[in-house]
């Protein structure tokens, strides 16, 4: 079975752009949430969606958005790109409950 | 809200036992997860309590105690492998996946 798939793996970006993030969860999962990791702050929730509505969201700004397809395939999107925005973003897919996460390897993205 | 505290780092000597705490202060409870994470790589599952007590699998062992908001994950017969980030989270209990994250514990075997 084929693990959780995230697409670029690394990504430059100058401040005030944007950029997409794609993740392909595992077969059958439902579930699909963003993660932003720094080494300062840890991991933070960004947003979850299921069954292609949002079903949870995190603290960050509008900036920040996402969706997700009917085939459960996710993508965020991070308008006018910050320096800030520099981090690890994962995401993470779950067949549904309180059950463990499959998280991808990551995007990382560099703000410049 | 939630909030969740761990040890920022820890050193062990390969061959020991090392016990990484996690205390979490939540609103409701749904269980405590333990994951993994090696530089540059995906967090990966280690253990899910929800019930008071010890888990053991393999090397690795997960306790938690409801009453007093803690958890602590033991690791046995250090091996220079287990050099990673332990990462405690515990999910939202108002339906969804939603995970909040302590910082995470830098073990780092020695030797």
């Known amino acids: 079975k084929a693990g959780v798939t995230q697409t670029p793996r690394y990504l430059i970006k100058t401040r005030g752009q944007q950029v997409t993030l794609s993740c392909s969860p595992i077969?059958?999962?439902?579930?699909v949430s963003w993660y932003q990791q720094t080494p300062g702050q840890g991991l933070q929730f960004l947003f979850e969606?299921?069954?292609?509505?949002?079903?949870n969201k995190g603290n960050f700004p509008g900036r920040f958005s996402g969706r997700q397809f009917s085939n459960s395939r996710s993508e965020m999107n991070v308008s006018t790109l910050e320096l800030g925005d520099s981090a690890l973003y994962l995401c993470?897919?779950?067949?549904?409950?309180?059950?463990?996460?499959?998280f991808g390897q990551g995007t990382r993205l560099t703000v410049v | 809200g939630q909030n969740i505290d761990q040890p920022t780092e820890m050193t062990a000597t390969e061959g020991a036992i090392v016990q990484i705490n996690c205390t979490y202060q939540?609103?409701?409870?749904?269980?405590l997860f333990w994951y993994q994470q090696h530089a540059g790589e995906a967090p990966t599952f280690l253990s899910y309590?929800?019930?008071?007590g010890l888990e053991e699998k393999g090397r690795f062992s997960s306790f938690l105690s409801r009453s007093k908001g803690y958890s602590y994950l033991l690791l046995k017969e250090l091996q220079m492998k287990d050099s990673a980030s332990y990462l405690c989270?515990?999910?939202?209990?108002?339906?969804?996946?939603?995970?909040?994250f302590g910082t995470g514990t830098q073990l780092k075997v020695e030797l």
């Open positions: 077969s059958g999962h439902r579930s």
């Open positions: 989270a515990v999910p939202f209990t108002g339906g969804g996946n939603k995970l909040t």
């Open positions: 993470a897919s779950t067949p549904g409950g309180y059950t463990e996460a499959f």
């Open positions: 939540t609103s409701g409870f749904n269980g």
């Open positions: 309590n929800v019930l008071d």
């Open positions: 969606y299921f069954s292609e509505t949002q079903r």
